[in-house]
């Protein structure tokens, strides 16, 4: 479990790119590396990673998207990022994406302190039901479920995964109280 004494959880703003970025590309990268389905596939190059977290902080810049990142000490072990719906229709829901975890870092309850912050990040922007997905099978879909998320269902053959096969997803959503 985590050791309070060690991990912490920040909100990231859009100022902390230049500051956090070599960190966040690692983190995505070791993420990748570990065949985990995130949307990229294994290997990832430095740049494929430096351009996906500049357009996440253009996302935080606009306020659409909160980032939260976990750190042991000084070192970025674990991230999430909310996106927040901003049509008039919708502005009480949100798409929780790409809840990363060191793979050294893994089964040390990380990824569950960053998925109950996100959460609260979500009721303190005014946000009742979030949604995810996550490849069928995997750890987080365990995480997910004792985390009381409801499945929705599963699309099979949804995403390639690192060894060539096509994957199915399941999608999930929570009501916050």
């Given at each position: ?7 912490s ?42 351009q ?27 991230s999430?990022q ?13 798409e929780?994406?790409?809840l990363?975890v ?23 922007r ?35 995964s ?16």
């Amino acid at each position: 479990m985590v050791d309070p004494a060690h991990i912490s959880i920040e909100s990231i703003r859009a100022e902390d790119e230049a500051r956090l970025l070599p960190g966040l590309v690692a983190l995505l990268q070791d993420t990748a590396a570990s065949g985990a389905s995130v949307g990229f596939l294994p290997p990832l190059s430095e740049e494929e990673a430096r351009q996906y977290w500049q357009v996440a902080f253009q996302g935080v810049a606009d306020g659409s998207r909160v980032l939260l990142v976990a750190y042991d000490a000084d070192t970025i072990v674990g991230s999430v990022q909310l996106e927040l719906a901003m049509r008039p229709n919708g502005l009480h829901r949100a798409e929780v994406q790409k809840l990363f975890v060191l793979q050294s870092q893994r089964r040390r309850g990380i990824g569950e302190a960053l998925m109950q912050a996100i959460e609260q990040a979500a009721r303190e922007r005014g946000r009742s039901l979030l949604v995810l997905d996550t490849r069928q099978g995997d750890n987080a879909e365990r995480l997910y479920r004792r985390l009381a998320y409801h499945e929705v269902g599963v699309i099979p053959a949804y995403a390639l995964s690192a060894s060539g096969t096509l994957d199915g997803t399941v999608f999930f959503y929570k009501e916050l109280a």
